[in-house]
């Protein structure tokens, strides 16, 4: 049950603070930047994300 807790929550984090960046980005420095903020955002996850796979089929190939 706390996973699926730790989850949720993070999950909920994840899609909260790109939204509320592209919503205070239109009030404060318009939406190009905002916009910015969240692809460099996304796009750190998703680098992680491949190191993170890269390194597990490594790991799985050397065990072999």
Known sequence: MTAFV?????L????LLPGTALLGGRK?????????????YMGL???AMGIQFA???YKGF???
């Not at 730790?6 to 993070?10: E, K, N, S």
């Not at 909920?12 to 899609?15: F, V």
């Not at 404060?28 to 460099?40: E, H, L, Q």
């Open 28 to 40: 404060t420095s318009g939406p190009g930047r905002a916009r910015d903020m969240v692809n460099r």
């Open 45 to 47: 996850i998703v680098t």
């Open 62 to 64: 050397m065990a072999a």
């Open 55 to 57: 390194l597990t089929g």
């Open 12 to 15: 909920g984090l994840t899609w």
């Open 6 to 10: 730790a989850i949720a929550v993070v």
